[in-house]
Nanobody, 124 residues
């Protein structure tokens, strides 16, 4: 079984930064791509960023480009979402996800493994 655990969420003022680690355990060899999603109350879960364990550049949602950075630590089976210049619209529950897909998955249904989520609240 694969387990994903996010952390690093919290309350931050607009313009601030947060770093969200996601640690994977279990059968991590079954995960080819790691992704981040977020969900605000009353809204659909939306894609934020994704990265492949094997390499290549991360892919970001338009809302994240230039502000968020996704990196990997293969030895620790951990990915990190660095979020800078946070704005109130970034508020939501952030979920780490994994998939064996080797394409460029950006939608919720393309991911098989999910963490419990971590709350990010950005105040103005």
């Amino acid at each position: 079984q694969v387990q994903l655990v996010e952390s690093g969420g919290g309350l931050v003022q607009a313009g601030g930064s947060l770093r969200l680690p996601c640690a994977a355990s279990g059968r991590t060899s079954s995960i080819y791509t790691m992704g981040w999603f977020r969900q605000a109350p009353g809204k659909e879960r939306e894609f934020v960023a994704r990265i492949r364990w094997s390499g290549g550049s991360p892919v970001y949602a338009d809302s994240a480009k230039g502000r968020f950075t996704l990196s990997r630590d293969n030895a620790r089976s951990t990915v990190y979402l660095q979020m800078n210049s946070l704005q109130p619209e970034d508020t939501g529950v952030y979920y780490c996800a994994g998939t064996p897909r080797i394409g460029v998955p950006k939608t919720v249904h393309e991911y098989d493994y999910w963490g419990p989520g971590t709350q990010v609240t950005v105040s103005s």
